[in-house]
């Protein structure tokens, strides 16, 4: 009887944590079409049968963490954002990772035990600006703004069209251009507050869903991805030159797309106006910019070293290297910047033939379900030769295999397809590099 009571205690746990990170991914998908198309491809190439619309997605998306960026002065950062998971079950760790150069600090929380039978939830990715290590021009930005929260200054709103989650007003135009030149992570938080920052896609929950999907790597990813017409032009996070960086354990992959450019007007001026009758009055003046939103993520995560011969059914959630990586990260928060190389994620090499086996060779794949050792462009110093052809190769069956699949799906690369999908990302990316005219 108690284990009874302690597992429907548990499940009750699991299943309120789930609605709260139901409706947090909710908003995120919403304003984030790329995230969308690119999931939904992902589940498609895998295998998934049912109509894979929004809602499926929430539900069903493998995710492995979930990221909100805050300001950790008062109790805007992460001690005031922690409350409200650590009451859906969540524990905070006590790994604490500090980016220097971006002044930021981060923790994570990890997610109630999921019962028997139930996807684990995401972990919680929280991080937050350091104020007080700023320097004094920054910091008197980020606390004019903030301090407009206790004065009640409401200007202008957009946080129901843009999703934007803040218990400050908007900065102006001239504020977040001068942020912006400091520290992309506080002009971006100031824009948009505590709304998610990104999700990450779980391989490894993705192929417990789907045993038999090709998409067992980010290399792979990046071909599914590279082989349909809707997700092809989406730009990854290539500003440390390459598009995945790894762990120096070897445990741990992560890439990201760059962020989802998104619409959203800035005060810019006052100007005095006469009517006709010599009344002077006074009005705001607004300009919309493109600026960066959201990103997508993905994950890979091999095992612990001592459940490295673990068969792949039999391998946990548990059982996989946790945490985080601080190199890793610090690359990943760049998806959110303007200047970086983000590239439109093509794959190099030559065309291989469709008959050809899709199987990472020896000399590429790594112990595990499908990290590439430093051939992939993932990791640092020399690069074997053969071992650079080899992974272009297999690149390149993998993306010639998807285009087949993709074929079957019945919606080729098809150009007519992409111009219509597509119409308005690429006027986004067009005014994605838009320099705020602060004059």
């Not at 998409?215 to 030159?241: F, H, I, K, Q, Y």
């Not at 607004?286 to 995560?301: A, H, M, N």
Request: with cysteine; aromatic share 8%; hydrophobic share 35%.
């Amino acid at each position: 009887m108690e284990r009874d009571r302690a597992a429907v205690a548990v499940e009750a746990q699991y299943k309120h944590a789930r609605i709260g990170i139901q409706s947090l991914t909710r908003e995120y998908y919403r304003h984030n079409a790329t995230a969308v198309r690119c999931v939904r491809e992902l589940l498609t190439a895998s295998g998934e049968k049912s109509i894979v619309d929004l809602d499926f997605i929430i539900a069903r998306a493998p995710l492995d963490h979930i990221a909100i960026r805050s300001f950790g002065t008062r109790d805007l950062g992460i001690d005031g954002l922690r409350v409200m998971f650590e009451e859906l079950g969540y524990v905070m760790q006590e790994e604490v990772m500090r980016f220097e150069t971006k002044r930021v600090v981060a923790r994570w929380l990890a997610p109630p035990r999921a019962p028997d039978g139930f996807p684990p939830l995401p972990r919680i990715f929280l991080s937050e600006l350091d104020v007080d290590a700023c320097d004094e021009e920054l910091k008197t930005i980020v606390d004019a703004v903030l301090g407009r929260t206790a004065q009640g200054e409401v200007r202008k709103s957009q946080e129901e069209e843009v999703g934007r989650v803040a218990r400050w007003q908007l900065p102006s135009a001239k504020q977040y251009a001068q942020c912006e030149k400091m520290s992309e992570y506080a002009s971006w938080t100031l824009l948009h507050g505590y709304r998610v920052n990104h999700v990450a896609v779980s391989v490894f929950q993705l192929m417990k869903m789907y045993p038999d999907t090709l998409v067992r790597d980010l290399d792979a990813v990046e071909a599914c991805l590279a082989s349909n017409a809707a997700t092809a032009r989406a730009r990854w996070n290539e500003t440390s030159g390459k598009t995945i960086v790894i762990s120096p354990d070897g445990l741990l992959a992560q890439s990201a797309l760059m962020a989802e450019p998104c619409r959203i007007q800035l005060y810019k001026k006052s100007e005095e106006n006469k009517d006709r009758y010599g009344t002077k009055s006074i009005e705001d003046v607004y300009k919309e910019y493109s600026l960066p939103g959201t990103y997508l993520e993905f994950v890979v995560r091999l095992p612990k070293p001592e459940h490295a011969n673990k068969a792949f059914e039999d391998l946990s959630e548990e059982d996989l290297r946790d945490g985080f990586e601080t190199a890793n990260a610090n690359v990943i928060f760049d998806s959110t910047g303007r200047g970086g190389a983000g590239g439109g994620g093509a794959v190099r090499g030559g065309k291989a033939g469709a008959s050809e086996e899709v199987q990472a060779p020896a000399s590429v794949a790594k112990a595990g379900y499908g990290i590439h050792a430093e051939g992939s462009g993932s990791g640092s110093g020399p690069v074997d030769a053969q071992v650079l052809s080899d992974v272009y190769k297999y690149k390149d069956m993998m993306l010639d295999r998807f285009k087949n699949l993709a074929g079957d799906r019945g919606h080729e690369n098809a150009p007519a397809e992409a111009e219509g999908q597509d119409e308005d990302m690429q006027q986004d990316d067009a005014d994605g590099v838009e320099v705020i005219d602060l004059t």
